[in-house]
């Protein structure tokens, strides 16, 4: 019997600039591993049991919007896993859903608490069917109809502030006013529209950026790290900035996090 099994999915051409990819894993092995803050908010159906997150002292519902976090967590379960996840751009998951992104932040929140029938509806479908192929046509099908019924306006501003992201992921150290101007805002309003459709503030969401793109060049690097190189490519002021954020990110620095593991940035890897 397979212990372990993990598989992807690629989204539909109309949904590519909103939705990153799907992902289905499943285990009866004993979980605890240990995650990074990832800068993509994500939906979460569990076929079987929940994750637990001790640092939030909370299980994980059996749909789960989890939101954009500024800490690492560990996620543990028993052993009879079985999940389904869409993973969205930093900037899109609220274009599906009747909340802000902001409304998740540092946040596991149920998907039953929004009142959204038909994410509910969605949600009983999934459930019941065992064919996990069937169950991502599912998903499809409810984002595609969501967008169907999104309006200009809407769009235009999740395109707005995709501008801003796409300009952090580049170079995460771009000053807030610079990414203003980028979107045609003033300084006050980008940062209302930012943390409306990313889920928190510019500033903050840079330090995410920042500590992925380390992740992502330790990823390519096959553990040949230079710290001072490092933080010069990642965005990072100095070598004593890296080390600092790393501390606060994950709590461990850059060397100390290659003997424990193997690096990976879910933000800048596309594993399809």
């Given amino acids: 019997m397979i212990q372990e099994e993990f598989k992807f999915y690629k989204p539909c051409e109309l949904l590519q600039p909103y939705v990153r990819y799907y992902w289905v894993f499943s285990s009866i092995q004993l979980l605890n591993t240990y995650t990074f803050p990832i800068g993509c908010p994500q939906i979460i159906f569990h076929k079987r049991t929940p994750l637990f997150i001790p640092e939030l002292g909370a299980t994980q519902n059996k749909l789960t919007i989890s939101g954009q976090v500024n800490f690492s967590s560990h996620l543990q379960a028993d052993g009879n896993v079985e999940m389904i996840v869409a993973v969205f751009y930093p900037h899109t998951m609220n274009t599906f859903l009747n909340a802000p992104a902001s409304s998740f932040y540092n946040q596991e929140v149920s998907g039953y608490d929004i009142e959204d029938k038909q994410l509910n509806e969605l949600a009983a479908q999934v ?3 065992k064919d996990n192929d069937i169950c991502i046509n599912l998903i499809e099908k409810w984002l ?7 309006t200009y306006d809407t769009t235009y501003r999740v395109m707005r502030i995709n501008a801003a992201v796409e300009k952090l992921c580049v170079a ?9 101007s980028i979107c045609c805002l003033g300084k006050k309003q980008f940062e209302r529209e930012f943390y409306l459709h990313v889920g928190m503030n510019p500033k903050e969401y840079s330090r995410i950026v920042r500590f992925q793109k380390a992740l992502w060049l330790m990823q390519h690097q096959q553990g040949k790290t230079n710290q001072a190189d490092l933080a010069y490519a990642s965005g990072y002021a100095d070598q004593s900035h890296l080390i600092r954020e790393f501390n606060k990110l994950c709590g461990y620095t850059p060397l100390s996090l290659l003997e424990v593991s193997t690096p990976y940035s879910d933000l800048f890897t596309t594993p399809i």
């Avoid at 595609?144 to 999104?150: D, G, I, M």
């Avoid at 995460?172 to 203003?180: A, Q």
Wanted: charged content about 15%; hydrophobic content about 30%.
């Fill in 127 to 129: 459930f019941e069917c």
């Fill in 144 to 150: 595609l109809s969501r967008l169907s019924n999104t």
């Fill in 172 to 180: 995460p150290h771009t000053l807030v006013t610079e990414l203003s």
